[in-house]
């Protein structure tokens, strides 16, 4: 999915207060890399040379940016469970697109998060 704002905005739309959405996100490249995170290297040209077609292949939206947009959307995160995995791919290395990414973002490969919509 690209347009992760109008997804999650849906969901909250969709549930009851109190309802609950629980999301395993994997943020690994998906073999379109040689590293697991080196899909933040390619500049948004290449992405689209990569990624051709394949509007089903991966957004590149980090951990943080799942986060942020589900807050935003006025969910409330009430678990989740991270994996993290050493990064090879160097902040020099990144897309411009990419600079913001944290520390968390470049280690994590993997997030289970659930989050409430409040009453």
């Known amino acids: ?25 994997d943020f690994k490249c998906h073999d379109s890399a040689d590293e ?15 990624r051709g077609k394949e509007t089903w292949l991966i957004n590149r939206q980090p951990y943080s940016t799942h986060v942020d947009l589900l ?3 006025g969910f409330r995160i009430v678990g989740e469970q991270l994996v993290r ?6 902040r020099q290395r990144l897309a411009r697109r990419f600079q913001f990414l944290t520390d968390d973002d470049l280690t994590t490969t993997d997030a289970f998060i659930q989050a409430v919509k409040p009453h």
């Open 1 to 25: 999915m690209d347009d992760l704002a109008d997804v999650y905005q849906a969901m909250y739309l969709w549930l009851k207060p109190g309802g609950h959405v629980s999301h395993q996100i």
């Open 36 to 50: 697991w995170n080196g899909h933040w290297t390619y500049s948004d040209l290449m992405w689209k040379l990569v």
């Open 71 to 73: 807050k935003r959307c």
């Open 85 to 90: 995995s050493r990064s090879n791919v160097t």
